[in-house]
């Protein structure tokens, strides 16, 4: 079974900036793309990031091009989201998950919550003006 803990999240300020991180175990972590996802309340789960398993390619949401970086350590089995210029719209509980499909690389469907199912807690963001 795979195990993702999320943590950093944190009330912030609007323009402020959060780094959230994600240990990864029960699989082997740099064979896998990891993604963040967020998740605000009567909404569906989004994705936000993408990167692959070798760190070399990265995949962003409209939403969160150029104001976010997904990064990883492969040595700590940890994935990394720097996000920066928060706005109340980037208010959340925020999800790490591997792409599961056989592929190092972020697939074209990278964004999409499903099939994953072993979900970890998440991590709150709240963004206040």
């Known amino acids: 079974q795979v195990l993702v803990a999320e943590s950093g999240g944190d009330l912030v300020q609007a323009g402020g900036s959060l780094r959230l991180s994600c240990e990864v175990s029960?699989?082997?972590?740099?064979?896998?793309?990891m993604r963040w996802f967020r998740q605000a309340p009567g909404m569906e789960r989004e994705g936000v990031a993408c990167?692959?398993?070798?760190?070399?390619?990265?995949e962003y949401s409209a939403s969160s091009e150029g104001r976010f970086t997904v990064s990883r350590d492969n040595a700590k089995n940890t994935a990394y989201l720097q996000m920066n210029n928060l706005n109340n719209q980037d208010t959340a509980m925020y999800y790490c998950?591997?792409?599961?499909?056989?592929?190092?690389?972020?697939?074209?469907?990278?964004?999409?919550?499903?099939?994953?199912?072993?979900w970890g807690q998440g991590t709150q963001v709240t963004v206040s003006s």
């Open positions: 998950a591997p792409e599961m499909k056989g592929y190092r690389y972020c697939s074209a469907s990278w964004s999409r919550p499903a099939p994953y199912h072993d």
């Open positions: 029960g699989l082997t972590f740099d064979n896998y793309p």
């Open positions: 990167i692959s398993a070798d760190a070399i390619l990265t």
